[in-house]
């Protein structure tokens, strides 16, 4: 039977149309793709060109073998992407996370417990397109800050997020116990990018404010520490210091009710004995985070 090298050297020829260019295009050499099309057509059994001197081309019979080689490419190219879907999915646990905070604790925590396992984050700014991921089961796990409505999935609170505004010392409310956002409406912000659902807080409650947009977070920190903009922190970014600490500001926090969030970890009741143990495991860091 023919070898898929066969028919992708017999389509390269079909596309080139001369034994020279296709040789050329797919770097074989002319004899060695000539004595390809010699052999496919004694697998096949019938002529699939007409040879003259110096010129090679297709007859009615090599024409129907091309499309018909496509069609076995096209299907096993296919074959080939399910199949590393298939490992992927297998190999994989992606998650689709509202924001940043949340993963600093969740990853340790997966990587523990699946060892074998590759970990794939990414950040949404908006809960329905995880909800997306999830249904689709392109992402195994989500994390959002509303339980998930429908009963063919497990809502689990595992983290909470205060919002706060990080100020330099010599700014006019750094001596604040609490600030709401209209306080600081109309100031310059240094944002990060890469914050989820907390880009979309900030402007809506601070609709007269410029946000400077940050995408590296080395030079974002690096502004904070050495300029007089406003900028916002959380309680988890104090928490978790190796993400920034800030020298020269002090965080004041913001009472709005949206600077305050619970996060829910969801999964689909198909893999709770796969992932049972995951919030008992962020129950378990909070308990020692507080003692």
Known sequence: ???????????????????????????????????????????????????QKNRLELNDNGRLAESLARGVMERAEEM????LEHSRRNT?????????????????????????????????????AIMAELESENALLGITISPMDSKEYISVPCEEEQLMFALPLNHRFSKRKSLSF??????????FSGIGFWEKVHR????????????????????????????????????????????GRTAIPIKDKSAHVTYYLIYHRKNIKKFTAVPQLFRTAQAEDSQ
């Open 1 to 51: 039977m023919f070898e898929l090298e066969h028919l992708r050297q017999f389509l390269a020829f079909c596309d080139a149309g001369t034994l020279i260019e296709a040789s050329e295009k797919i770097h074989v050499s002319q004899p060695v793709l000539s004595r390809t099309m010699k052999q496919l057509e004694e697998e096949v059994g019938v002529a699939l060109f007409n040879r």
């Open 80 to 83: 080939r992407m399910t199949l």
């Open 92 to 128: 994989t646990i992606s998650i689709a996370s509202c924001a940043p905070a949340p993963l600093w604790r969740i990853t340790p925590i997966l990587l523990n417990v699946f060892p074998e396992m590759t970990l794939k984050t990414e950040i949404y700014k908006d809960s329905s």
């Open 182 to 191: 209209n306080d600081m409406d109309g100031e310059r912000m240094l944002v």
């Open 204 to 247: 809506e409650n601070m609709p007269n404010s410029i946000f400077m947009m940050q995408d590296d977070r080395e030079n974002f920190v690096h502004l904070v520490d050495n300029s007089s903009f406003a900028a916002f922190t959380t309680n988890l970014v104090s928490k978790y210091q190796w993400i920034a600490n800030y020298t």
